[in-house]
């Protein structure tokens, strides 16, 4: 089956945060607060995504309050931060929600999301993932991490389903 196919079975979206909603990088503050740039335009596709009724999650190693911030102002409810497990996270998000693992999209761009991309219906990356990640995604973005992946991802398979606002 490819990913356009796949994309009808979706139902909720999880993504890491360094490499996907952020570029990578990490601006260090005076303060020691590690501060990131994310993308508008994602941030725009979450919100619709949600409003269609899709679950949104966050798993990611980092953490900062900027990040706890962003998160609420999205209105994302799954958040886990600091997560030394990924696959723990997705089990408990699967347990919680009661998903069919088939129905979750993920993306992620490193080394420690590898696991997790392997339990997921559709595994995704964006365009500068590392090459073992690109191996194994069903569909590597046109986009880099922070620069819209997010937003191709949901944009497409609220498309495919019918559900996308002109």
Not at 5 to 10: A, D, Q
Not at 104 to 130: F, H, R, T
């Amino acid at each position: 089956m490819n990913y356009k196919e796949k994309l009808n079975h979706i139902k909720a979206f999880i993504f890491d945060v360094d490499g996907v909603l952020t570029d990578g990088k990490v601006l260090l503050h005076p303060s020691g607060e590690q501060m990131r740039s994310m993308s508008v335009k994602d941030g725009m596709a979450i919100r619709e995504a949600l409003k269609k009724g899709y679950l949104i999650a966050i798993i990611s190693g980092g953490k900062s309050q900027g990040l706890i911030e962003r998160f609420k102002h999205l209105k994302i409810h799954d958040v886990y931060l600091a997560c030394e497990d990924k696959k723990d996270a997705l089990s408990d998000l699967i347990h919680i929600h009661q998903l069919d693992a088939n129905s979750i999209l993920y993306m992620g761009d490193d080394i420690n999301d590898w696991e997790v991309m392997k339990e997921v219906g559709l595994a995704s990356c964006p365009q500068d993932a590392i090459p073992e990640i690109k191996a194994i995604a069903d569909y590597i973005s046109h986009k880099d991490g922070g620069q819209g992946c997010v937003r191709d991802v949901i944009e497409q398979t609220l498309k495919v389903q019918g559900k996308w606002s002109n």
